[in-house]
């Protein structure tokens, strides 16, 4: 498969779900790491969720992921 900037998106959402977590990404327990994060940060629950699209398209740029952190999670 071909390196893209979509796929490095998706990386870091996966990598966001681990560190909110504190467990290694299992595709069977992936869904309960996702609800322990909506419930402790539904912001950084967003963010996950726009990074993990199944589209690469639906992704967003890491430049917008980067505004949206320092604009929303800026506060926390």
């Not at 504190?22 to 992936?30: G, L, V």
């Not at 963010?47 to 398209?57: A, D, S």
């Amino acid at each position: 498969r071909k390196q893209t900037t979509e796929l490095d998106v998706y990386s870091f959402g996966i990598l966001l779900c681990e560190i909110m977590t504190c467990q290694f990404p299992d595709k069977d327990i992936f869904d309960e790491m996702m609800k322990q994060v909506s419930t402790t940060s539904p912001p950084i629950y967003n963010l996950i969720c726009h990074c993990i699209e199944k589209q690469p398209g639906d992704r967003p740029t890491m430049m917008a992921v980067i505004e949206l952190m320092d604009s929303q999670l800026s506060v926390m």
